[in-house]
């Protein structure tokens, strides 16, 4: 493990379950993001969160929804997706949003939506 | 908008060859550029850092460069192994302060014994 843990590594979902995603690092980090990886294209950035603030929602559908409790836990909480939303969903942390490097990658969530 | 282009898409080499993964960006206003690797099933470990007012950063076997004005950055990788055998991804920040990496699809490379 890398110092961010996600939970579950597997998720498999009904159009109408809800569900959640889980994200957590203990390494001092105040900033935590949540990407996207579909196959055939780039990692998308879905979220960031910065000392518990959301500074960024990249124009994401509101069937996800992030949670930040504190500087050391971050959800996805997640409702009537699609099986397009199918991919592999990674956390990140880094110290701080504004500073440029240092990001720690947790090995992710592969989820899919049936 | 801008947007990360990686060639080639898939690499086989046979262990011991030297070889380079290529990056290039749209936009050459760019802040820093990062090299990741990624193993299948896993998240992403960062390899080499490369502000925008340097030319190339180096890690072991790693070299990295950039020329920010053709917007092109290349990995080059010594004495290949089959230990290098993973997706290596490019990814640039815009701006200082805004948190956005921009990321290439990715190259996939398999060193073989």
């Known amino acids: 493990e890398t110092g961010v843990t996600q939970t579950p590594r597997h998720l498999v979902m009904g159009m109408t379950n809800k569900k959640s995603l889980k994200c957590e690092q203990h390494l001092g980090h105040n900033a935590m993001y949540w990407y996207k990886q579909s196959a055939k294209k780039p990692l998308e950035l879905m979220f960031v969160?910065?000392?518990?603030?959301?500074?960024e929602n990249n124009s994401v559908p509101s069937r996800f929804s992030p949670e930040c409790p504190n500087s050391s836990h971050l959800f996805l909480h997640l409702h009537t997706l699609q099986p397009e939303d199918s991919a592999l969903y990674l956390c990140?942390?880094?110290?701080?949003?504004?500073?440029?490097?240092?990001?720690?990658f947790g090995s992710g969530t592969r989820l899919t939506v049936v | 908008k801008q947007e990360v282009t990686q060639i080639p898409a898939a690499l086989s080499v046979p262990e011991g060859e030297n070889l380079v993964l290529n990056c290039s960006f749209t936009d050459s206003a760019i802040y820093n550029l990062q090299w990741f690797r990624q193993d299948p099933g896993k998240g992403l470990t960062s390899l080499l850092l490369?502000?925008?007012?340097?030319r190339e950063q180096t890690s072991g076997r790693l070299n990295a460069s950039l020329d920010k004005s053709s917007g092109r950055s290349t990995l080059y990788i010594a004495a290949s192994q089959p230990g290098d055998s993973a997706t290596y991804l490019c990814a640039v920040k815009i701006a200082p302060g805004y948190s956005t990496l921009t990321f290439g699809k990715g190259t996939m490379l398999l060193v073989s014994p």
């Open positions: 969160y910065n000392f518990k603030e959301q500074t």
């Open positions: 490369i502000q925008s007012s340097q």
């Open positions: 990140a942390s880094s110290q701080d949003s504004r500073i440029n490097y240092g990001y720690t």
